[in-house]
């Protein structure tokens, strides 16, 4: 079953970077290319989705072109109609509502006097896009014309030589004097067309990176994953702790099968929470998508993109957290140094080992939880506490005075919700001179059975020469 799941989600990786790069890849390539300039003595039908740039140097009328969704009262896109002298032809441009200023600020000057005009206020507002024709109602481009002030001076001012003179007597005023005197048949004009800043083919630029990276992404983690199906399965060697043929030789090769299954646990559960996450992260950003009735373009390019690469990134960032977590080599490593640091003579250490060996597997516990796992054995002097953490504790029977139960519980705050939290410890105390209210070693159990087990094994083990208490 893992492994057919395992050659899905490859195959479901494989299928997200082709989806998304048929989406995004034309735009991407181009977008790469860079822009090129309009040509003087190109039109706009054969620059037609292409990544060009254009410079806007006679807007004359201005209209909303897009609200935001659900909001009436914000703007989004500002629409201008732009005339080209070359081309003697109207393009609509379409801008982000922030980035109107200059246009604007060429707008208001086109309707000034010649004599408040000057070069250095005219320079030309430079749009890179494709230009694509004009689909849908142009009601609202004629509307912004016919509200026009450039074009109301030109109807009110042009019959009158010495206005004529004041209003269009520079340049800039034959421009539009030559756009006034075909004004009839521009707004006739057969083909419109419309060019929106930094949007390629239908895509913004914005969308274009998130949906190209969420199709290299999805490649990259499918090659891993296809890599990963035809290597061997078997578990990589750990490498060894101690002198081959020693009592601990053969005490970690015992550890070893505990590693090995906190290894899987942990991998498994990472796993699920891994495909939890990713399904999360899509389903949400294609909801919001939806939600604000985005076009199917861009709620494909755009939201679950978006989705997709922030599910695997956090997918890839979880999946190394529990990697280092899991790691055997490295699980089996700590747990030899902690026994090295309370046990440094390796006389001592083979002693140890000896005696843990000797007891039966009757001697030995467990508890394995979702926050963790420890498991040890209780012989007839040393007593071991293992944790996946590598944490090691190791309790000396010989020297024991008491053992004492205690019931902790209590609440943590995470955010605005309060958890409560129960968990069961046994407290050791060690012969000494003094009375002594601190343990010399604490072992924790989540579960309550599990320290009733390890309770039982402890009072078989010492009988009544170790006073036995609850706090």
């Known amino acids: 079953m893992k492994k057919l799941l395992s050659i899905v989600v490859t195959i479901g990786m494989l299928i997200c970077a082709v989806g998304f790069w048929v989406v995004g890849g034309t735009q991407f390539l181009k977008l790469q290319a860079g822009s090129r300039e309009l040509g003087p003595e190109e039109s706009f039908a054969q620059a037609q989705g292409e990544y060009v740039s254009y410079q806007a140097a006679y807007p004359v009328a201005s209209c909303v072109a897009a609200y935001y969704s659900g909001d009436s009262d914000r703007v989004e896109k500002r629409g201008y109609v732009v005339y080209d002298a070359q ?9 982000p509502d922030q980035k ?8 208001w000057n086109l309707h ?8 250095e206020d005219m320079e030309p507002y430079t749009v890179k896009g494709s230009i694509e024709p004009l689909e849908g109602s142009r009601d609202h481009i004629y509307a912004a014309l016919e509200e026009s002030a450039v074009i109301r001076n030109y109807q009110a001012l042009w019959g009158d030589e010495t206005s004529r003179n004041t209003y269009f007597g520079d340049s800039y005023g034959e421009v539009l004097g030559q756009m006034g005197g075909s004004l009839d048949q521009l707004l006739q004009q057969a083909d419109w067309y419309q060019m929106e800043s930094n949007v390629v083919n239908g895509m913004k630029t914005m969308d274009i990176w998130v949906c ?9 983690i499918f090659l891993v994953r296809l890599v990963s199906l035809f290597l061997p399965g078997g578990k990589k060697a750990v490498a060894e702790l101690a002198p081959s043929g020693s009592r601990m030789a053969l005490f970690y090769s015992r550890q070893l099968e505990m590693a090995q299954e906190w290894h899987v646990f942990s991998r498994s559960r990472g796993c699920r929470m891994i495909y939890l996450t990713f399904i999360g992260c899509v389903v949400v950003l294609t909801g919001i998508g939806v939600i604000g009735k985005m076009p199917f373009g861009r709620l494909v390019g755009f939201y679950v993109a978006l ?9 890839i960032l979880s999946w190394w957290a529990v990697k280092g977590q899991s790691n055997v080599g490295k699980l089996m490593k700590k747990l030899s140094q902690g026994i ?8 001592i250490q083979e002693e140890f080992a000896e005696d843990i060996l000797a007891a039966g597997p009757e001697w030995e516990y467990k508890e394995k939880t979702k926050e963790g796992m420890l498991w040890g054995t209780l012989g007839s002097r040393y007593w071991t506490v293992l944790h996946a953490t590598g944490r090691v504790i190791l309790i000396d029977s010989q020297k024991l005075r008491k053992i004492e139960t205690e019931t902790i519980s209590g609440q943590v705050r995470s955010g605005k919700v309060r958890i409560n939290y129960t968990s069961y410890a046994a407290h050791f105390f060690y012969k000494s001179g003094t009375q002594k209210e601190q343990p010399d070693e604490t072992v924790t159990f989540n579960v309550q059975d599990n320290i009733g ?11 009544d020469c170790v ?5």
């Open 112 to 119: 000034l006097a010649a004599e408040m005009r000057t070069d």
């Open 100 to 107: 109107k200023r200059e246009l604007e600020d060429l707008l």
């Open 340 to 347: 090295g640091k309370q046990l440094p003579a390796t006389q």
């Open 87 to 95: 081309r003697q032809a109207f393009l609509y441009v379409i801008v």
């Open 467 to 471: 006073e036995f208490s609850a706090r």
């Open 212 to 220: 190209i990276l969420a199709a290299g992404l999805s490649f990259l």
């Open 307 to 315: 989705g997709v690469l922030l599910g695997e990134v956090f997918g």
């Open 453 to 463: 087990d390890f309770m039982l094994l402890a009072r078989k083990r010492v009988g």
